[in-house]
């Protein structure tokens, strides 16, 4: 699978877990437990998004990526964040 790049860094994309969103949420899987969890997503944050966000089943850090299109839907990324 490839990942859409959010900047012109060079290297290698990290396998992320993908999830789908329209407007304000996306329901993603936990890279920590493996829990299905939904998430809020801020559309006004611009088209490429990247932050750090706890799992609300076992407190572990994400690193969430967004990728909004043009229409609003968006495409979600988690991957274990703080090892």
Do not use: F, K
Not at 13 to 42: F, Q, T
């Amino acid at each position: 699978m490839t990942n859409p790049p959010l900047d012109d860094a060079e290297g290698p994309e990290p396998e992320l877990e993908p999830g789908r969103g329209l407007d304000s949420e996306a329901r993603v899987i936990c890279p920590w437990c493996g829990e299905e969890v939904e998430i809020a997503l801020d559309p006004g944050g611009g088209q490429d998004q990247e932050y750090v966000e706890d799992c609300e089943v076992c407190c572990q850090p994400w690193l969430v990526r967004v990728r909004l299109d043009a229409s609003g839907e968006a495409e979600v990324w988690v991957e274990r964040s703080g090892e």
